[in-house]
């Protein structure tokens, strides 16, 4: 069972960066693919950025130039760099890890962190 815990999430000014951390324990990282998806209030759960266990990456159009995925599966530790932040990024931000060959048995999530992002 892998457990997932996302730390980093704030209140930022528009323009301004932040660095959410998620840190996974009680599996192999290496093999898990990491995402990192978000949730505004009343919208439903949309995908960020992704980065397998190769370190390929994509990113949701809206976000792309401004974030970055990164993992260092030394400190089994996915991150996201977010710069230029807007209004329309506040959300709650989730961490996924997912089993590449069996991701309906081994799909993990953590419990999120809050990113409001105003003046």
């Known amino acids: 069972q892998v457990q997932v815990v996302e730390s980093g999430g704030g209140l930022v000014q528009p323009g301004g960066s932040l660095r959410l951390s998620c840190a996974a324990s009680?599996?192999?990282?290496?093999?898990?693919?990491m995402g990192w998806y978000r949730q505004a209030p009343g919208k439903q759960r949309e995908l960020v950025a992704r980065i397998t266990t190769f370190g390929s990456t994509n990113y949701a159009d809206s976000v792309k130039g401004r974030f970055t995925i990164s993992r260092d599966n030394t400190k089994n530790t996915v991150y996201l760099q977010m710069n230029d932040l807007k209004p329309e990024d506040t959300a709650v931000y989730y961490c996924?890890?997912?089993?590449?060959?069996?991701?309906?048995?081994?799909?993990?999530w953590g419990q999120g962190t809050q990113v409001t992002v105003s003046s």
């Open positions: 009680g599996g192999r990282f290496s093999i898990y693919a």
């Open positions: 996924n890890a997912v089993h590449p060959l069996r991701p309906a048995e081994y799909n993990y």
